[in-house]
């Protein structure tokens, strides 16, 4: 297959090239700053139509990762990368599209679980999953959070495109061996024993084992039936105590110092992202996936840790 990936010099982005270019795929990721792969890289600047269309044409799939982190404090400045990088790069991909003469056949689009309420009573899939905003006694960041998703999804539904499939992928938090990424972070804090109950504990994290992730994107360029919204997700969301504990006993700590909700702001001021990361319940399911059929190869969070825990002390 011909595969484009927009963005896809971040953590995540590169784990697709990476796979998609081990099963000999031809890959092109479209990057600010170019670094030296495996793969094709071409400069764009995620706003302006450019040179890099050219890619776009008889592609078989185009993945679009684009956007500023998130592991950020939410300045006024920081706020506006987030959204800009998302909206700006989804708005010039579906033009890009619209220009091409033979267009990609499908459009996997980034999004995220977060749009989803901050909820512990039931679990949100594609259906009866409720969109957050209006919880009553949240913090303004979170709010920030469902607005930039939501403008995220809007700038990609505003395309119609009949020749390109749009499939917009509500993704929970990915976990890979790889550095700097979420659970490289957490298991930092875990070794150094800063791995106790964040919070109540009770709080949800919806999670997805890269390896899944990357076998739910082949499923989506595979099953051509599908589209719109799609969770991608572990079916077995947990609290987040047990989220942590999980960690610690793959690892072999046997305790981890728990953290209030103000020593976590402390904490999050300086490393310069936000609670909301860790404090916000996310309790996401993929409903879609389930109902077609989709086999999670690591659907609990220890058979995940055996083998994440493994990837990391080889690395």
């Given amino acids: 297959m011909k595969i484009v990936i927009p963005g896809g010099s971040g953590q995540v982005g590169t784990i697709l090239a990476r796979a998609f270019h081990a099963d000999d795929h031809e890959v092109t990721v479209l990057s600010r ?27 078989d799939v185009v993945v679009n990762m684009a956007g500023y982190t998130v592991n950020c404090r939410y300045t006024p400045a920081n706020r506006s990368r987030i959204m800009n990088s998302r909206v700006d790069s989804t708005r010039v ?12 056949h499908l459009w996997l689009q980034s999004s995220t679980a977060t749009i989803y309420a901050h909820r512990y009573d039931a679990p949100n899939d594609e259906t009866a999953g409720i969109l ?10 979170w709010k920030f959070s469902i607005d930039v998703a939501t403008a995220w999804e809007k700038a990609a539904d505003a395309f119609e495109l009949p020749e390109t499939r749009i499939v917009k992928m509500r993704s929970a938090m990915i976990m890979s061996p790889d550095s700097g990424g979420i659970f490289d972070v957490i298991l930092g804090l875990v070794r150094k024993g800063l791995g106790g109950r964040a919070g109540d504990g009770r709080q949800f994290v919806s999670w997805i084992h890269y390896q899944d992730f990357v076998r739910a994107v082949y499923w989506l360029i595979e099953n051509g039936a599908v589209a719109g919204i799609v969770n991608l997700a572990s079916p077995n969301p947990l609290p987040y105590a047990d989220f942590l504990s999980g960690i610690r006993q793959a690892w ?17 001021f300086f ?45």
Avoid: H
């Fill in 93 to 104: 991909i579906g033009q890009a599209i619209q220009a091409c003469t033979d267009p990609p």
């Fill in 271 to 315: 490393m310069r992202t936000e609670t909301e990361l860790v404090l916000k319940s996310r309790r996401v399911v993929p409903g879609l996936l389930l109902e077609q059929g989709f086999e999670f190869q690591y659907p609990d969070w220890t058979k995940a840790l055996e083998n994440l825990v493994a990837e990391w002390r080889s690395l």
């Fill in 132 to 141: 957050g905003g209006t919880e009553d006694d949240v913090p303004d960041t």
């Fill in 252 to 268: 072999g700590i046997p305790i981890g110092l728990p953290a209030t909700k103000w020593m976590l702001e402390i904490g999050a």
């Fill in 33 to 59: 700053t170019p670094s030296s792969a495996p793969w094709q890289t071409e400069i764009w600047d995620g706003i302006n139509l450019g040179p890099w269309v050219e890619t776009f044409e008889g592609a």
